[in-house]
């Protein structure tokens, strides 16, 4: 499974706003774009679809920007990811009807996407932003010492 730009940026922001979530400031798109590297509205774009999700909250006003609407812990990487994209194998794994291959009920590997995609779902659904979070905190951390 190779994931996009926008659900590799999505989660990096997600865990970007956890980190200053911890401190109770909001984080601007300018704030986030700069740390990614990426266009700010490119940032806004993904942003718009975490927002409209209900996984973040927005604040107007000098110290505007955003934050986490539950705990990090609450949150699932496989609810920001699905906030993004689709995020399945192969369109016969999907709940949308329409995208349902005609062939489903016959195809020899179509066993092979569904036990994929279980797996896949289990680790996401499994791993929260918090984890994330304090992974990279971890990786930060050692990348000091080794400097």
């Known amino acids: 499974m190779k994931l ?17 979530d911890e401190t109770g400031d909001h984080v601007s798109v300018a704030t986030l774009a700069r740390s ?13 679809k975490l927002k409209k999700a209900g996984l973040i909250m927005s604040a107007r006003g000098a110290q505007g920007g955003y ?6 812990e609450e949150i699932s990487v496989y609810s ?3 906030a ?11 709940v949308d009807e329409q995208a349902v291959c ?18 896949i779902n ?11 979070a304090e992974d990279y905190k971890f990786q930060m951390e050692r990348s000091k010492l080794e400097s």
């Open 80 to 82: 920001i990811l699905n």
């Open 102 to 119: 005609k062939n489903a009920c016959t195809c020899s590997v179509r066993p092979l996407w569904l036990k994929l995609q279980s797996r």
């Open 122 to 132: 289990a680790v996401l659904l499994e791993t929260t932003l918090k984890d994330m």
């Open 36 to 48: 990614q590297g990426i266009s700010e509205s490119y940032l806004e774009q993904i942003i718009g």
């Open 67 to 72: 934050r986490l609407s539950f705990e990090p």
């Open 84 to 94: 993004v994209e689709d995020t399945n194998l192969v369109d016969c794994v999907s």
């Open 4 to 20: 996009s730009t926008k659900a590799r940026y999505g989660l990096k922001a997600m865990v970007d706003i956890a980190m200053q």
